[in-house]
């Protein structure tokens, strides 16, 4: 699809016309407040200037989140992306739309939804067998519920940020095997998660469970999620009852929501199963995306070293899978949930999605960029995630989802 934008017709483009990705900006050149916008090659389109114009319906883009939009659920979704293809089509420029674009270098892009709850789950079959590995064996690696449930933990809402957003290394209690008695400080294995984030768009009610199939209609999209994690603080506090302060000081989420209209071209079947899925969670078509994904880490004032790639289509469990099994208790899902896919690794190294995988455990450094070895995440590293489903001509991208480790308080 070729738009009147020039830059949105570069083969690998992160923004075609196909895509439409929807976010939140504000201008570095003025005080007005952020309201919603959508991405158009190199630039930014003013959501509610064109709402104010009556080129959109009034779908809440004067705000600064994309929540009453996405609560108004598909009719209106499609109409507004129908609205926007034709205002950006080729041939179709106006003065109107031109006064509402911005340069994407000028703006500053924000967390694009108010975050209602965030789940994450531990979808990935091949991350949740090496880590299963390194600790009890390849033998016992997956848990004998994990191939029949997809499981997660509630995370924190509060502390899940956009891209560009630093990250300060946590404390917390700490307590090596051959230490008597646990300590407090600074996490010394912090680690990075390479997830996709499904966005849910309209809500179900309490105690009204949904199919797979209505799932997948209440998801709005799709973002890059990198969930955070303090490996050492996490081995001593998760038994019985899983992560909780290793997961919940940050979150970090990619500043565009690429819708599922973008990325319908893109579907693909989850894998063969070992056991027949209970019915309630059973897929009927195909509810995963063929995404190609990567991890960039540099050193503080070094270049970006890729040190993996793997595809969000090698998931076990899907989105509409994972949200139909949290609502089938009766759990309510509400407009800006989020739902984090779980660790994305495909099967050999250098496609595994996060460094406890790449450094098998903190026993095996890798070099980056300038000779620099790493097990862990050092203060001043970047970790960056990439993203993009690669069509005929043309890419689907989600913009960066990267985060910087600042020291951790003094204490």
Known sequence: MRSWVESANEPD???????????????????????????????????????AAGLLPAAGFDEPALNTF???????????????????AEGEATDVVREAMHPLDQVTLHLPFRVAEY?????????????????????????????HIPIGYNGRASTVVVSGT?????????????????RFGPCARLDSELEMGAVVGTPNAMGEPVSVDQADDMIFGYVLLNDWSARDIQTWEYQPLGPFQAKAFATTISPWVVTKAALEPFRCSTPPREHELLRYIQDTEPMLYDIELGVSLAAAGGDATLISE?????????????LAHHSSSGCAMRTGDLLGSGTISGPEHGTYGSLLEHSWGGAE???????????????????????????????????????????????
């Open 70 to 88: 996405m609560a108004l659920g598909q009719p209106t979704w499609v109409d507004v992306r129908g609205a926007l293809t034709e205002l950006l």
């Open 365 to 411: 450094p890798f070099t980056i960029a300038g000779g620099q070895t790493r097990t862990f995440l050092e203060d001043g590293d970047t970790a960056t995630l990439h993203g993009h489903a690669q069509g005929d001509g043309y890419r689907i991208g989600f913009g960066d989802c990267a985060g910087t480790i600042l020291p951790s308080h003094a204490r």
């Open 13 to 51: 483009g992160a923004f075609p016309l196909n895509n439409l990705p929807f976010g939140v900006f504000s201008l570095r050149s003025d005080e007005a407040p952020p309201r919603c916008a959508t991405a158009i090659g190199d630039q930014v389109v003013d959501l509610a200037a064109l709402q």
């Open 310 to 322: 793997a595809n969000y289509g090698g998931m076990y469990y899907s989105a509409a899978q994972q």
């Open 166 to 182: 630093e990250i300060r290394r946590p404390n917390g209690q700490l307590k090596a095997a051959d230490e008597p008695a646990p």
């Open 119 to 147: 789940t994450d789950f531990y979808a990935g079959r091949q991350h949740a067998f090496n880590v299963g590995s390194m600790f009890r064996g390849p033998e016992n690696a997956l848990p004998p519920n994990w191939l």
